[in-house]
């Protein structure tokens, strides 16, 4: 089985770990939530600043983020 530490999730997969809406999301990163279901349904867009408070909130490095 996998290490938890390698593990990389999708954007979507975080927030119902976190039994959050998208707009509970957005609103702890500080974005709408129509530019969180933009950037859920397409992580490759997201800027560097959002992606590093993205990874706060949720609790895990950048490189468990799946950006593409």
């Known amino acids: 089985m996998e290490n938890e530490e390698n593990r990389v999730f999708t954007l979507k997969a975080l927030r119902a770990l976190q039994n959050e809406t998208q707009k509970d999301t957005a609103k702890a990163v500080g ?4 530019a969180y ?11 560097m600043s959002l992606g590093n408070a993205l990874s706060i909130h949720f609790n895990v490095r950048m490189d468990q983020i799946k950006f593409m």
């Open 31 to 34: 974005i709408s939530p129509a």
């Open 37 to 47: 279901s933009r950037f859920e349904r397409n992580p490759g867009k997201i800027p």
